[in-house]
Nanobody
Framework: QVQLVESGGGLVQTGDSLRLSCVAS????????LGWFRQAPGKEREFLSA????????YYLDSVRGRFTISRDNAKNTLYLQMDRLKPEDTAVYYC?????????????????WGQGTQVTVSS
């Protein structure tokens, strides 16, 4: 089992930045992929970014590439999502997810564990 706990959400203004954190605990040696999703009201969950926990592979949704940066601190078992130049359309609940398998681009189909989510609201 792996537990994921997100934090760092909040209410910000257009153009601001936020850094989300996802602290993982449990059998991390079983994890291959970690990533971020978001879900806005009335919309489907959207796959944003992922990385391989012990390799250098990265994935980004085209619409957030260049504004969002995924990173990790293996010593702290923590995944991050740095979000810059935020827009009102970035308003959503942001979720961390983990999978025991790769490739990282398959996380939407392969996710084994989910966090509870953290709300990000961007005002105009």
């Amino acid at each position: 089992q792996v537990q994921l706990v997100e934090s760092g959400g909040g209410l910000v203004q257009t153009g601001d930045s936020l850094r989300l954190s996802c602290v993982a605990s449990g059998r991390m040696r079983d994890i291959y992929t970690l990533g971020w999703f978001r879900q806005a009201p009335g919309k489907e969950r959207e796959f944003l970014s992922a990385l391989a926990w012990i390799y250098s592979d990265r994935y980004y949704l085209d619409s957030v590439r260049g504004r969002f940066t995924i990173s990790r601190d293996n010593a702290k078992n923590t995944l991050y999502l740095q979000m810059d130049r935020l827009k009102p359309e970035d308003t959503a609940v942001y979720y961390c997810a983990a999978a025991r398998t790769g490739p990282i681009s398959a996380l939407p189909q392969a996710a084994d564990y989910w966090g509870q989510g953290t709300q990000v609201t961007v005002s105009s």
